[in-house]
């Protein structure tokens, strides 16, 4: 089955870096937009970098100039670069993949997330 696994979370003190990964595997014909939320518990899920399939990006605007989304379309996959990470990125990220399956039907699949924690 079609899955997407994210990786790459970790502890880290303000100011550093990490960077997460989001792989699609499975039998899919093409994987189209993919986006990177965050959830901290009891609030809502927030968008933190959105890019298409033709490589348009979109960030939110607390981390723009910091985080940088790409992805490797040959292996299926999409980076979340973070530098300069603040006590206030600290949450569990999830990668949200759409895709276009075998028989052309459109998909929306998300990872289980990876925590991210910021804190001295």
């Known amino acids: 089955q079609v899955q997407v696994v994210e990786s790459g979370g970790g502890s880290v003190q303000p100011g550093g870096s990490l960077r997460l990964s989001c792989a699609a595997s499975?039998?899919?014909?093409?994987?189209?937009?993919m986006v990177w939320y965050r959830q901290v518990s009891g609030k809502e899920r927030e968008l933190v970098a959105r890019?298409?399939?033709?490589?348009?990006?979109n960030y939110a605007d607390s981390v723009k100039g910091r985080f940088t989304i790409s992805r490797d379309n040959a292996k299926n996959t999409v980076y979340l670069q973070m530098n300069s990470l603040k006590p206030e990125d600290t949450a569990v990220y999830y990668c949200?993949?759409?895709?276009?399956?075998?028989?052309?039907?459109?998909?929306?699949?998300w990872g289980q997330g990876t925590q991210v924690t910021v804190s001295s």
């Open positions: 499975g039998r899919f014909r093409r994987l189209n937009a």
């Open positions: 890019i298409t399939s033709s490589g348009d990006t």
């Open positions: 949200n993949a759409r895709l276009t399956g075998i028989y052309y039907s459109e998909y929306d699949l």
